[in-house]
T-cell receptor
Framework: DAKTTQPTSMDCAEGRAANLPCNHS???????VYWYRQIHSQGPQYIIH???NNETNEMASLIITEDRKSSTLILPHATLRDTAVYYC??????????????FGKGTRLHILP | ETGVTQTPRHLVMGMTNKKSLKCEQH?????MYWYKQSAKKPLELMFV???????ENNSVPSRFSPECPNSSHLFLHLHTLQPEDSALYLC????????????FGSGTRLTVV
């Protein structure tokens, strides 16, 4: 089961910052948070990941709360091409096996012109 | 283009047919994955390969048979499928099994009739 909770859908005006929340209250201390998105008719696209510190790359910023129970993905200047389903994922640690990322239902983000 | 190419993009097959899905990556990655995305269901991991060796089979029925002849190519052989196997089948790759920032292909849309 996915260890995250996200809103089903969100709207954001074009040109504004899109802030996508995610709750992961049962996250363990050594489990990373990953974000992917899936644009219609395409495969998922990796965006960013983090453990404790805030992270930024050319696509987005990831803000993780100090208690690590929630995080926010920020798209600083949303465009129509950012319309997609955004998945917040906890990389689950498993004993004697590789870690696993489990996709949930995600947040459907609509960028409005 | 993501660097992961899947063919065909669309496939319709009867329940008695045998077909194969192909995935090719030009990224120099060593790990490759098959995922299934059914309508209104989250992505499900099916198989993981690392340096051509299968490292995970997520309880996938034997009517799905993966093959990884080298680190750049991954196949999914299909036989005697059921209508409920209709889905989007996605291939992904990553630098190695510890890299969870996957690069996905665009998928093969499979319809079983």
């Amino acid at each position: 089961d996915a260890k995250t909770t996200q809103p089903t859908s969100m709207d954001c005006a074009e040109g504004r910052a899109a802030n996508l929340p995610c709750n992961h209250s049962t996250i363990s201390g050594n489990e990373y948070v990953y974000w992917y998105r899936q644009i219609h008719s395409q495969g998922p696209q990796y965006i960013i990941h983090g453990l404790k510190n805030n992270e930024t790359n050319e696509m987005a910023s990831l803000i993780i709360t100090e208690d690590r129970k929630s995080s926010t993905l920020i798209l600083p200047h949303a465009t129509l091409r950012d319309t997609a389903v955004y998945y917040c994922i906890v990389r689950v640690r498993r004993v004697n096996r590789d870690d696993k990322i489990i996709f949930g239902k995600g947040t459907r983000l609509h960028i409005l012109p | 283009e993501t660097g992961v190419t899947q063919t065909p993009r669309h496939l319709v097959m009867g329940m008695t047919n045998k077909k194969s899905l192909k995935c090719e990556q030009h990224l120099g990655h060593n790990a490759m994955y098959w995922y299934k995305q059914s309508a209104k269901k989250p992505l499900e991991l099916m198989f993981v390969y690392n340096f051509k060796e299968q490292t995970e089979n997520n309880s996938v029925p034997s009517r799905f048979s993966p093959e990884c002849p080298n680190s750049s190519h991954l196949f999914l052989h299909l036989h005697t499928l059921q209508p409920e196997d209709s889905a989007l089948y996605l291939c992904a790759s990553s630098q190695n099994r510890d890299d969870y920032g996957y690069t996905f292909g665009s998928g093969t849309r499979l319809t079983v009739v």
